[in-house]
């Protein structure tokens, strides 16, 4: 697999991977708190298998000390440095709650938010944005009832798929995970 790059603007050092070059774009922002590589096989088999051009977003090493605002800011520098125009930005767990306020905030960087477990946020979704829900059944820190509620908010806009697995699904379930977001970003 790729090795990871840590990108310092302003002395922050903010670790990615960047693999493939395929012309669907997907940013993923990690959850906090998890190996850098917690996503690793996921965006692996889309960049290599799929033929997906992948970003994916780690944590700054001083990440207890970042606002939440601060770690969006960190995810949209590194989206800058890399140069990906027109992408599905998501996340695993709170990497998809920054997500969504990247995509909130700059609605015109993305063509669709990708939600890997969807935590209880009060951050709001940019509107005319398709959504992308992929839940573990199983998952006990974001639990299904969350993405339900959400896609409840914006059902004419929003998919949810499901994944047997807790909420480190995407890890335990690498490939599946990946396919489930192949079939449906690819659909274009």
Request: aromatic fraction near 6%; charged fraction near 20%; charge should be negative.
């Amino acid at each position: 697999m790729t090795d990871t790059q840590i990108f310092e603007p302003d002395g922050r050092a903010i670790p990615f991977v960047d693999e493939g070059d395929g012309p669907v774009k997907l940013v993923l922002i990690q959850e906090h708190g998890l190996a850098a590589d917690v996503l690793g096989v996921v965006a692996h088999y889309l960049a290599e298998e799929a033929g997906f051009h992948v970003l994916r977003i780690g944590h700054r090493a001083d990440a207890a000390g970042a606002s939440f605002e601060e770690r969006v800011e960190d995810a949209l520098a590194v989206i800058d440095h890399v140069g990906l125009q027109d992408t599905w930005i998501g996340g695993h767990g709170f990497g998809g709650t920054v997500a969504r306020a990247l995509v909130a905030a700059h609605p015109d960087r993305a063509n669709g938010l990708l939600l890997l477990g969807v935590e209880e946020a009060d951050v709001e979704i940019a509107p005319a944005i398709p959504v992308l829900i992929v839940q573990g059944t199983d998952d006990d820190v974001n639990p299904p009832v969350n993405a339900e509620h959400l896609h409840s908010t914006i059902p004419d806009r929003s998919s949810i798929k499901t994944i047997g697995g807790d909420h480190l699904f995407p890890m335990h379930h690498p490939i599946e995970t990946a396919v489930v977001i192949e079939e449906y970003l690819d659909w274009d």
